[in-house]
């Protein structure tokens, strides 16, 4: 099995990191941000899980595709020799029970039926793969990943993988014979290409840029770090990738804004010296216009260790 695309944090994850350590989020953004990160940890406890599949197959992580005017997102797809498979993954935790076709969680509350988003995906997957002059046979699997999920009165239904079946399912796949070709390799290359892009901005809470608490913040626990840049969880890193870090962060909060000495030493609450920051910034990129209104060039994805 060969990763082809893998997983990242997404921008609007990512932007929502951000911005959580530096503002108070209204409950519903605060929702959405706590379930986009339970997701995530989700979708990379089954990339963990997935690392056992055995079989030629090629894997591609997050595709978001628009047919028919519809966005749908695919969590990930296992290309093999005579199937696609495609899985929705669910970082479902405690008990939820069914009735009928609705799902509730344990107090009541009901949630969108994840059977029929999986439908759905797998109609317009077929679509876009029909469009692009592929017929390939396509197998869509339900994954609760997480082994504090039960569900009551679940039903019988194949495409659903519970956390107990999970390696029963996995010696299952591991069975599939396949062989793969160049054919399927273009059928890969034809899904990356075939992607839509939604820009991450659109969902996020109103922020502005004077009310947003300034600092470096700590890139595993997202609290405050003071001048010796020491984390009270424990982590420690150089000056300088602190600051890049910092402004990695304002770069993607505030795309349209300019990059100078100046806004970085206070969007670091002034951690380190005006000195330090102006090194920083002509040691990583290009100054334009010189004389006083001039910025430095900050490319959005520089900084790979930002993820
Ligand atoms: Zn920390």
Partial sequence: MKILKPRFVSPELKLLR??????????????????????????QQFDIWSEDILIDGLILNDLLFEVNNTVFQIDSVLISQGTLFQFEVKNYEGD???????WFTLSGSTIRNPLHQLERSETMLKQLLQNNGYNMHIESYLIFINPNFHLYNAPINPSIIFPTQLTRFMDKLNRTPSKLNGGHSKLAETLVSKQTFQSPYKRL????????????CCPHCRTFVDVTLKCKCGFEEAPSAAILRSIEEFRW???????????????????????????????????????????????????????
């Fill in 18 to 43: 951000f911005l959580h350590s530096r503002m108070g989020f209204p409950i519903d953004d605060l929702r959405r941000f706590e379930n986009l990160e339970k997701g995530f940890k989700g979708e």
């Fill in 96 to 102: 939820y029970y069914l009735e009928g076709d609705k």
């Fill in 205 to 216: 809470p109103n922020y502005d840029y004077n009310r947003l608490e300034k600092g470096i």
């Fill in 253 to 307: 909060l505030f795309p349209d804004e300019k990059i100078t000495t100046n806004r970085i030493y206070e969007w670091c609450k002034g951690n380190k010296s005006i000195r330090t920051i102006r090194r920083i910034l002509a040691n990583n990129f290009e100054y334009e216009g010189y004389g006083k209104p001039g910025h430095y060039i900050v490319p959005i994805e520089f900084n790979r260790a930002v993820r």
